[in-house]
Antibody, heavy 115, light 112 residues
């Protein structure tokens, strides 16, 4: 059974950094591309980034390119999202997701950017 | 990037059938698979349809998906509506030119 558990969210001041983690279990982590998707309060889903199964390539939504970095450690079965220069509009629940026959989703972690 | 446009809200009575549309703004809807997600308040989304018309195990037969090239749109149809179907529904596809993932804006389904 696929399990994805995000962590690392919290309250952070504008301009600061935060790193999210996603611990995976129940499947062969190194065989799958992994994504981050976010959802601002009361808003829809917004795709953030994807990393290929071997970490060889990463792709980002235009609005996050240059500030966010997706990475993974297949030996630890963990996905990461490094977020720099955070803005108020980055406030959202951040989900990690495995893309296979539709997404399998974690429960999300809330990031609040506020002074 | 193309956009996926969904109605903001739909409502229907229990036992009836509702269809939620998802229209692709450019490029063919058949070029990339379409997925549908259900999200109840306070919960993470769950997959209801993948690859246009495939149902994951555990998803009731009442949920079905299709694509229509003539209208360049995908549809999620829910028959025999139940109050528990009340949720937000999102369509999702891929932009293989970048590659990026595209979500529709979501549709709030009210079952009253």
């Amino acid at each position: 059974q696929v399990q994805l558990v995000e962590s690392g969210g919290g309250v952070v001041q504008p301009g600061r950094s935060l790193r999210l983690s996603c611990a995976a279990s129940g499947f062969t982590f190194s065989s799958y591309s992994m994504h981050w998707v976010r959802q601002a309060p009361g808003k829809g889903l917004e795709w953030v980034a994807v990393i290929l199964n071997d970490g060889s390539n990463q792709y980002y939504a235009d609005s996050m390119k240059g500030r966010f970095t997706i990475s993974r450690d297949n030996s630890r079965k963990t996905l990461y999202l490094q977020m720099n220069s955070l803005r108020a509009e980055d406030t959202a629940v951040y989900y990690c997701a495995r893309d296979s026959r539709g997404y399998s989703w974690g429960q999300g972690t809330l990031v609040t950017v506020s002074s | 990037n193309f956009m996926l446009t969904q109605p903001h809200s739909v409502s229907e009575s229990p036992g009836e059938t509702v269809t939620i549309s998802c229209t692709r703004s450019s490029g063919s809807i058949a070029s990339n698979s379409v997925q549908w997600y259900q999200q109840r308040p306070g919960s993470a989304p769950t997959t209801m349809i993948y690859e246009n018309d495939q149902r994951p195990s555990g998803v009731p037969y009442r949920f079905s998906g299709s694509i229509d090239s003539s209208s360049n749109s995908a549809s999620l149809t829910i028959s025999g509506l139940k109050t528990e179907d009340e949720a937000d529904y999102y369509c999702q596809s891929y932009d293989s030119t970048k590659p990026h993932v595209i979500f529709g804006g979501g549709t709030k389904l009210t079952v009253l």
